[in-house]
């Protein structure tokens, strides 16, 4: 994890959670699950990890019933199709469903980022997937001596 504690299980639950929230309750359709960590006498952040008593496969599982729930939302609703946010403040919380695909569809994404960053730190691993990089041609020892650059040229500029 990173010194603010960010890490994959918490990642998941955390994208999780929040598209339980805009795909159920802002459209009337709530997820029938309960998610304490989101309960308003949480502890912050709950659900940005996951607990000793919260299996990996409990917040896959987790993601994929609100992956399903989440397509049900869309399939069953136009895009034009109203709700409301009820954790957005009164005036901005009138929504279409596209506009909450597109929130999703950032929301989702940035947390990806995260969770390549991640990963990279655990595992070393970068790029599309195994196997598939798509970066550059170039040995593993290079990006090494990149780095090595990389932080001179930080250091030579925060001098100046």
């Known amino acids: ?21 805009y795909f159920g309750e802002t459209f009337g359709r709530p997820l029938g699950e309960p998610l304490p960590w989101l309960d308003p006498g949480a502890e912050p952040n709950a659900d940005m990890w996951a607990t000793a008593d919260q299996s990996r496969e409990q917040i896959i599982g987790l ?30 919380s009138a929504v279409t469903l596209n ?23 655990i595992d070393g691993e970068v790029g599309w997937r195994a196997g598939d990089d798509n970066l550059p041609p170039v040995d593993k020892s290079w990006w090494g001596s ?5 932080e001179d ?7 100046g």
């Open 99 to 121: 506009r909450i695909l597109v929130h999703m569809i950032a929301e989702t994404n940035r947390h990806a980022g995260h969770a390549d960053i991640v990963r990279e730190l």
């Open 1 to 21: 994890m990173v010194p603010t504690g960010t890490n994959l299980l918490g990642l998941v639950k955390h994208v999780a959670s929040v598209e339980a929230g």
């Open 153 to 159: 040229a930080a250091r030579q500029a925060g001098r």
């Open 63 to 92: 993601y994929r019933r609100v992956w399903a729930h989440s397509d049900a939302t869309i399939e069953a609703l136009a895009l034009d199709a109203t709700g409301q946010v009820p954790w957005w403040p009164p005036e901005h």
């Open 146 to 150: 990149y780095r090595i650059r990389l």
